[in-house]
Protein backbone atom coordinates (compact mmCIF):
# COMPACT_ATOMS: atom_id res chain seq x y z
CA UNK A 1 0.00 0.00 0.00
CA UNK A 2 1.27 3.44 -0.35
CA UNK A 3 -0.33 5.61 1.97
CA UNK A 4 0.34 8.73 4.26
CA UNK A 5 -1.96 9.22 7.61
CA UNK A 6 -1.76 12.09 9.72
CA UNK A 7 -2.97 11.93 13.47
CA UNK A 8 -2.43 14.37 16.45
CA UNK A 9 -4.39 17.46 15.37
CA UNK A 10 -7.21 19.25 17.35
CA UNK A 11 -7.72 22.61 19.76
CA UNK A 12 -5.19 24.31 21.41
CA UNK A 13 -4.96 27.40 23.35
CA UNK A 14 -2.71 29.81 22.47
CA UNK A 15 0.53 29.71 23.80
CA UNK A 16 0.33 25.53 23.73
CA UNK A 17 1.67 22.46 22.16
CA UNK A 18 0.72 19.94 19.76
CA UNK A 19 2.70 16.83 18.23
CA UNK A 20 1.31 15.61 14.57
CA UNK A 21 2.48 12.18 13.64
CA UNK A 22 2.61 10.96 9.93
CA UNK A 23 2.42 7.25 9.23
CA UNK A 24 3.71 6.46 6.05
CA UNK A 25 4.56 3.17 3.60
CA UNK A 26 7.92 2.20 3.61
CA UNK A 27 8.14 3.20 -0.20
CA UNK A 28 7.01 6.40 0.57
CA UNK A 29 9.38 7.52 3.72
CA UNK A 30 12.80 5.78 2.22
CA UNK A 31 12.54 7.91 -0.99
CA UNK A 32 14.17 11.06 -0.29
CA UNK A 33 12.18 13.30 1.75
CA UNK A 34 9.65 14.19 3.80
CA UNK A 35 7.83 17.28 4.96
CA UNK A 36 4.97 19.03 6.41
CA UNK A 37 2.64 21.66 4.60
CA UNK A 38 -0.47 23.64 6.19
CA UNK A 39 -3.12 25.52 4.32
CA UNK A 40 -5.65 27.82 6.02
CA UNK A 41 -9.19 28.99 4.97
CA UNK A 42 -8.38 31.52 1.92
CA UNK A 43 -4.92 30.77 1.77
CA UNK A 44 -2.37 28.79 -0.25
CA UNK A 45 -0.95 25.94 0.58
CA UNK A 46 2.23 26.07 2.42
CA UNK A 47 5.21 24.29 2.73
CA UNK A 48 6.10 24.23 6.83
CA UNK A 49 8.97 21.77 7.11
CA UNK A 50 11.15 19.21 5.34
CA UNK A 51 13.39 16.64 6.83
CA UNK A 52 15.61 13.96 4.18
CA UNK A 53 16.95 10.75 4.59
CA UNK A 54 20.05 11.92 6.09
CA UNK A 55 18.49 13.85 8.99
CA UNK A 56 18.68 17.53 7.50
CA UNK A 57 15.85 19.90 7.94
CA UNK A 58 14.77 22.89 6.57
CA UNK A 59 11.67 25.50 8.22
CA UNK A 60 9.22 28.36 7.35
CA UNK A 61 10.12 31.51 8.48
CA UNK A 62 7.44 31.95 10.49
CA UNK A 63 7.72 28.57 12.33
CA UNK A 64 11.38 28.98 12.59
CA UNK A 65 12.82 28.00 16.40
CA UNK A 66 8.67 26.87 17.23
CA UNK A 67 8.08 23.94 15.38
CA UNK A 68 10.60 20.57 14.98
CA UNK A 69 10.51 18.32 12.52
CA UNK A 70 12.06 14.52 13.12
CA UNK A 71 11.70 10.65 11.76
CA UNK A 72 11.83 7.61 13.24
CA UNK A 73 13.21 5.31 10.40
CA UNK A 74 12.13 1.73 12.81
CA UNK A 75 8.61 3.63 12.45
CA UNK A 76 8.27 4.77 9.31
CA UNK A 77 6.80 7.48 10.95
CA UNK A 78 7.95 11.76 10.94
CA UNK A 79 7.18 13.90 13.93
CA UNK A 80 6.18 17.51 13.45
CA UNK A 81 6.15 19.28 17.38
CA UNK A 82 4.49 22.36 17.36
CA UNK A 83 5.21 24.90 20.36
CA UNK A 84 4.34 28.48 21.39
CA UNK A 85 1.04 28.26 19.23
CA UNK A 86 -0.92 31.12 17.90
CA UNK A 87 -4.51 31.58 15.88
CA UNK A 88 -2.27 32.20 12.32
CA UNK A 89 -1.08 28.74 12.86
CA UNK A 90 -4.87 27.71 12.56
CA UNK A 91 -4.98 25.34 9.14
CA UNK A 92 -5.30 21.56 7.89
CA UNK A 93 -1.41 19.99 8.15
CA UNK A 94 -0.83 17.90 5.31
CA UNK A 95 2.21 15.22 5.33
CA UNK A 96 3.66 14.16 2.34
CA UNK A 97 6.44 12.60 0.71
CA UNK A 98 8.94 11.28 -2.46
CA UNK A 99 11.50 11.85 -4.64
CA UNK A 100 10.78 15.03 -4.94
CA UNK A 101 8.19 17.61 -3.29
CA UNK A 102 5.53 19.55 -4.52
CA UNK A 103 6.31 17.40 -7.72
CA UNK A 104 4.75 14.14 -9.37
CA UNK A 105 6.79 12.36 -7.72
CA UNK A 106 5.38 12.98 -4.15
CA UNK A 107 2.21 11.98 -2.03
CA UNK A 108 -0.19 13.32 0.10
CA UNK A 109 -1.82 12.04 3.01
CA UNK A 110 -5.39 13.27 3.95
CA UNK A 111 -4.47 16.06 6.60
CA UNK A 112 -5.48 17.11 10.37
CA UNK A 113 -7.04 20.10 11.15
CA UNK A 114 -5.13 22.11 14.02
CA UNK A 115 -7.17 24.97 15.40
CA UNK A 116 -5.64 27.49 17.98
CA UNK A 117 -7.45 29.34 20.14
CA UNK A 118 -7.32 33.25 21.66
Known amino acids: QVQLVESGGGLVQAGGSLRLSCAAS????????MGWYRQAPGKQRELVAT???????TYAHSVKGRFTISRDNAKNTVWLTMNSLTPEDTAVYYC????????????WGQGTQVTVSS
Open 51 to 57: ITNGGTT
Open 96 to 107: SGGRVLGSSQSY
Open 26 to 33: PIIFSANI
